[in-house]
Each structure stands twice: as structure tokens, then as C-alpha cells.
């Protein structure tokens, strides 16, 4: 769905860190006021169509996105906006969106996919939010067929009419990924190897002797240009070659990967030395605990992936591996591996 160049928004840092999300994905509910509610031609609660889209904006943001839409949502509105870091959801999934056309209206949940950021982190988030709504309400694994399963905006201008865009395949295209990979990375998606919950605690296996010390959970590692299959046999998509992930699961000659979550042979990934950036993070004494979130999530209270006890060791430090913005940090630990920390100096944490 095209629409104007977004004005930037600020958004207060306590609201969007206690923004309320979805057990099984990160998903930040913010919904829109004054929205009608209008059944689903099966019913409230029964869409049968994901209409997959992108937003033809490279200049704006996630929060620009919304922001927008919610000024004017009289002409157009979706359920769900998808970057590289979060998913927004602006409309109740049990309701209509307008967002394709009066016909296919009636039968689909609408997910956009936001330009500005990293695309192979956005497109992995977009696939799972994706079949996360399709295995919510029950819809089929189908892609292009018909007004069950998932559709992409230029299919239903072609075949259910009403709206005129094409999106979002040259925005896939420009990025490597045609139609036909589309529907393959939606099929992974959808049978499990790829959709799983950011919150699932990473499986740590104590690596074999002959696996080298630094392929553990946790570590991040880059996928080799020169991959060319998963464990499964599966053809490796061009997106995640180049790319970095982080650990979540060892075996003696294979690793899973968070963000794509399947499994690729030791020999087709190289561990990528942590940049230091010189800076600690100081947790103070006076903290029974705190929290770290892993990288795949927002740092929120509900993505919570467990606590350090900095009163215990009377303080703890970490040296500062990646700024995020928004006073949050990566850091590595002993025993969780490489998290995200939030330490905002009214937490009472420094960062010097």
C-alpha cells in the first residue's frame, strides 16, 4: 500500500517498553480509536485470507507507519505493521480491515511489511507473524489460490479486484526473493521450521570435542556466501547467506539459528567476533535483579528470557558489545549467552 513520506513521531520511551504483547509472538497491541467493527464474511473471529503487503515507504519507520494511519485510517487501515525489530498491531484481528478492496475485505487479516531497516530481518518477522495469524484462526497453508490462505495485494488486483496494487513483489524482488520463494519460505514457515516463538528458550547442548569451543548458544555467526543447503536438504534462500544469527541450539556438525530457526552445518557458518565498543554497563548493588531479553525480541517485561542478580555479586559489569538506541545494549553473559539489556539511567544503571 503506497502512501506519503511520514512525519517523524516521538514516542515516550516508558510506554513503548511496557507496551502489551502476545504470548506466542512479540506482537505490541496498539490499537486504533473509533475503528468500526465489522464481522468477517464467515463471522467475527473467522477470516479465511492473509493478505501480505508492503508499504512502499523506504523513508519510514514503523512508528511513522502507524502514526500515519492512525490520522487516516478513513481512507485505508491494515491489522499489523512489521519491521525488522517489532510487530505492531493497529486493528483487532477479529474484525475486517480496509486494506484490499471490498471483496477481499471480508475475508483477510492484512500484515505489512515496513521498508526502512534490515529486509532479511523484516522478511523473517513478516513470514512469522504471518503464519502466526494463519495457525490462529485456522487458515490453510495455500498461497495464490483463492479466498483461503495467503494472498499477496497484487493477487487480489488481479483476481478479486476493487484495488489496483501490486505490491509487494518488486519490493521482494529488489531484495532477492521471488513469488516462488515466497511461497517455499511461507511453507517452511508454516510447517514449523522457520515460525517459532522469539520466546522459546534456546536448547543448549555442551558441544562434542571435535566442535570448535566458540560454535555454542549464544554465539552470533554469519552464514557462508558459499552455503548451499540447510541439514534438511531445503535450497538456503540467497537473503540469509551474508546474514548474522545468533546461536540458540549446538549439535556435533550442525547448529539452529535463531531468526530463520533451522539447522546448518558447522562448516557453512563462521563465528563473528563481538566489536566491543570500549564502554561497561555498571548494574548497581542495590538490584536484586534484573532483566535481559534475548536479541530477537523487544526488550519488554513480557519477553523477559530470565534475570541477573547483580545484589548477589555486590554489582555486576558487562562490557558493551552493540548500542541498540534507547539506552539498550547487547551484552554477553556466562550462563544466557549474548542478551539485550535495558539500563536507562533512572534504572540506576550506568553505561560509562
Sequence with gaps: MKKVTMIVVSVLLMVAFSMPTQAAVNIQKQHMNGLPK??????????????????????ATIENEVSYMSRNWKNAFVHAFVSDSKVIEVADTNYTAWGAGATANRYAIHV?????????????????????????????????EGKKGFVTHAWISKNLGGTNHQDPIAWLQQNGVSMV?????????????TAVSPNTPPITETPKPNVPSNIVAGANVKVLPSAKTYV?????????????????????????????????????????????????????ATASTW????????????????????????????????????????????????????ANPITGATVR
Design 38 to 59: 465489522t464481522a468477517f464474511a464467515n463471522g467475527v473471529g473467522k477470516p479465511s485470507m492473509i493478505v501480505l503487503h508492503e508499504t512502499a515507504n523506504s523513508k
Design 291 to 342: 532483566r535481559i531479553y534475548g536479541l530477537t525480541v523487544s526488550p519488554i517485561k513480557a519477553n523477559t528470557k530470565a534475570f541477573l542478580k547483580p545484589a548477589k555479586f555486590g554489582g555486576l559489569s558487562y562490557p558493551v558489545l552493540k548500542n541498540r538506541g534507547s539506552d539498550v545494549y547487547e551484552i554477553q553473559t556466562v550462563q544466557f549467552g549474548r542478551v539485550q539489556i535495558y
Design 112 to 144: 505489512e511489511l515496513v521498508r526502512k531497516g534490515n529486509f532479511t530481518k523484516a522478511y523473517h518477522n513478516w513470514l512469522e507473524i504471518a503464519v502466526y495469524y494463519a495457525k490462529q484462526y485456522n487458515i490453510p497453508m495455500a498461497f495464490n
Design 181 to 193: 520463494q515466497l511461497e517455499k519460505d511461507l511453507r517452511v514457515a508454516y510447517t514449523g521450521d
Design 232 to 284: 534438511t536438504g531445503q535450497v538456503i534462500p540467497a537473503f540469509v547467506k551474508g546474514s548474522n544469527y545468533t546461536i540458540l541450539q549446538t549439535k556435533t556438525d550442525r547448529v539452529r539459528l535463531a531468526g530463520i530457526n533451522s539447522w546448518v552445518r558447522n562448516r557453512d557458518i563462521k563465528v563473528v567476533i563481538p566489536v566491543v565498543t570500549g564502554r561497561k554497563i555498571y548494574l548497581p
